[in-house]
């Protein structure tokens, strides 16, 4: 199956630091990867330069076999690599489900579409995708006064309405409380299974990313020193030395949630 993101050695440079250095990996339709590695290992750098935030210092990166490197964010955004928790995203004095119609409308570029009759537009697809976020029952709250976690699900859903085949998610679940971070990982992963949307994501939570994830990358010092199923990297000796330092590998498992 052909890959719908693939990264061919993509490097970053910031002046002597080797933020990412030759990275090369590959997102099949409809899978969940984790990108996992210690604080400053060039995780958010890999991904600025996938969503064209940062143009890198050498490299490829193909998004359906086209070459998307260094083209910028919005273009990228438009062939379908979406990007979920930016809290811009969300218009604080519009309701939920406002603000999910915005991004449909949006997406089917209906510019003229801030009348009067804006409410009534794509409402039906906006309760769609709230349903599918667990946000049904809060579609007429104003964003205002979510709570953290339903916050993070309206921006998931906001995403999804421009219908990604890619999703990318910097540490989507950062600031969640653990129960939490569990229930918005396991709805990531009924969406790319129901949906067929692959994802890319970091997480500090090694409890989540074992649980979740298809597939499991680790990044350090701009490398990556393994990869395979959550099994595979856990008995990986080079994973468990970067790890062991900081002791976030092992010590949460099955303390959470
Ligand atoms: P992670 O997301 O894995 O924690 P980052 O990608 O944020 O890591 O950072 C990787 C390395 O690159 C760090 O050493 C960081 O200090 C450095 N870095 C990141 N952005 C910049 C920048 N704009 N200028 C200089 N150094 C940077
Ligand atoms: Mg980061």
């Known amino acids: 199956m052909t890959a719908v993101l693939k990264v061919e050695n993509l490097a970053k440079h910031f002046g002597g630091i080797k933020a990412v250095n030759g990275v090369s990996f590959e997102v099949a339709p409809g ?44 273009e990228i955004w438009r062939l379908g690599v979406g990007r979920t928790f930016q809290i811009t995203g969300t218009y604080q004095s519009m309701t939920v489900a406002e603000n999910v119609q915005m991004a449909l409308i949006s997406h089917h570029r209906r510019l003229f579409a801030m009348l009067p009759r804006a409410h009534r537009l794509y409402r039906e697809e906006a309760m769609a995708l709230l349903e599918t976020v667990g946000m049904a029952d809060q579609a007429d709250r104003a964003c205002a006064i979510l709570a953290y976690g339903d916050l993070k699900r309206l921006e998931l859903a906001i995403a999804l309405a421009h219908g990604p085949r890619l999703l ?19 709805l990531t992963a009924d969406i790319v299974r129901e949906r067929g949307v692959s994802v890319l994501f970091t997480e500090h939570d090694m409890d989540v990313v074992f649980a979740h994830s298809h597939h499991i990358m680790v990044l350090n010092r701009g490398e990556l020193i393994a990869e395979g199923s ?4 856990r008995a990986n000796a080079r994973v468990q030395e970067v790890y062991l330092g900081g002791g976030t590998l092992f010590a949460t498992e099955g303390a959470d949630a």
Do not use: H, W, Y
């Not at 959550?230 to 990297?233: F, Y």
């Open 230 to 233: 959550a099994a595979e990297v």
């Open 31 to 74: 899978e969940l990867k984790a990108l996992i590695g210690p604080n400053g290992a060039g995780k958010s750098t890999c991904f600025n330069m996938l969503m064209g935030q940062l143009k890198p210092t050498s490299g490829r990166v193909l998004f359906d076999g086209r070459d998307i490197t260094g083209r910028p964010p919005r």
């Open 168 to 186: 990318l998610m910097d540490e989507p679940t950062a600031g969640m409380a653990p129960r939490e971070r569990i229930r918005l990982m396991q």
